[in-house]
């Protein structure tokens, strides 16, 4: 494996965490419940991370701040605009996934 230093490796890790946000805010197609059944995770748990990590350096930021970096506008309104009522095939897979 190449090897790359830490610096250069967390320039790479930002670029595909940019390029990740900008490809889930084009595809607002693609609803919340449908990332969580197929991968286990959501642009709200993307926004999640992103906030703990803030946290984690000092950084307080409001859930909602963390998600419009995610979202690229504020979450209420892109709920507005592009999420949909899951299907109940959709809530049924979420439920199934997510028994413990």
Request: proline share 3%; charged share 30%.
């Amino acid at each position: 494996m190449t090897e790359i230093d830490a610096k250069t490796r967390t320039e790479l890790e930002a670029a595909a965490f940019r390029t990740l946000v900008e490809h889930l805010r084009q595809r607002t197609d693609v609803q919340n419940i449908d990332l969580m059944n197929l991968a286990g995770f959501c642009r709200n748990c993307l926004s999640r991370w992103y906030r703990e990590a803030a946290e984690q350096r000092g950084i307080p930021l409001p859930d909602a701040e963390a998600r419009e970096v995610v979202y690229g506008e504020p979450y209420d309104s892109w709920k507005a605009k592009h999420q949909k009522e899951a299907s109940a095939g959709q809530k049924q897979s979420f439920e199934a996934a997510n028994k413990h």
